[in-house]
């Protein structure tokens, strides 16, 4: 297990969530299921989140024997990482968790843009009167979550809604292609939600969203969503100072 754990006690601690020095504490495998697909879903999950953080070595024989399984469904989970550009595999040499490419960023930027600028125009000024309760179920649920201080379920909320909000539009099915290009931006943006009233803003900026949508103002929707998606982007350099080698471009 040093492979994983003694790069990340390092230089992961500021991002971390709370007790995942060993991000497999808890790992599950349901024997009845696909390995791969659940191998796959848990390392992307922990490398999304920062568990496992840009530099840390992923060793397959070390993650087959965490998880219970052959070295096969590790070898094709870590291919899938690769085809995401979250790993870097080095032939003869080893695996490694890939530093968070700016290049990819701003490509996940643009996409996330693109559709859900049209989404909010779509809430906004759509001839049926979209029900937007489930919005306003998770936004409250983030405010839980930081009562709870809980960053790291605040930041899965966060996902839900972007996510239900394509649902209502009549679009979910573009949340599997956001998904499988912002594996870089998502880590982006968890360096960013642990500052200082980072996460509080999200909250203010979701509801100015909502709010615009349900007045019908597709204008003001849409310059909410560009403000809101914007934050984590305009605050690169300061996080390419405070976390040296999580970034490359």
């Not at 306003?136 to 239900?164: S, Y």
Request: with cysteine.
């Amino acid at each position: 297990m040093s492979e994983i754990v003694a790069p990340m006690l390092e230089s992961a601690e500021p991002t971390r969530p709370v007790g995942a020095a060993d991000p497999f504490a808890d790992v599950q495998i349901d024997r009845k299921k696909p390995a791969a697909a659940q191998v796959y879903d848990q390392l992307r999950s922990a490398i999304i989140s920062l568990a496992i953080p840009p530099g840390a070595t992923l060793a397959r024989a070390v993650l087959a024997e965490r998880f219970g399984v052959s070295q096969t469904p590790v070898r094709e989970a870590l291919l899938r990482l690769e085809e995401e550009g979250l790993v870097d595999t080095f032939p003869q040499s080893a695996t490694l968790v890939s530093q968070i490419d700016l290049q990819s960023v701003s490509e996940a930027q643009f996409l996330r843009l693109s559709v859900e600028m049209e989404t909010v125009r779509m809430l906004a000024c759509g001839i049926s009167e979209p029900d937007l309760e489930p919005i306003e179920a998770l936004i409250d649920r983030q405010e839980q979550d930081l009562r709870r201080d809980d960053i790291w379920g605040f930041a899965d909320t966060d996902r839900e809604m972007h996510r239900t909000m394509l649902q209502i539009a009549g679009v979910p099915g573009l949340w599997s292609v956001i998904r499988s290009r912002s594996g870089h931006l998502d880590r982006l943006r968890h360096l960013h939600l642990p500052t200082p009233g980072k996460a509080q803003s999200v909250v203010v900026e979701h509801r100015a969203i909502l709010e615009a949508i349900r007045k019908g103002d597709p204008g003001a929707a849409q310059n909410a969503l560009r403000a809101h998606l914007s934050g984590t982007i305009a605050s690169v350099e300061e996080l390419r100072e405070r976390y040296p080698g999580y970034l490359k471009g």
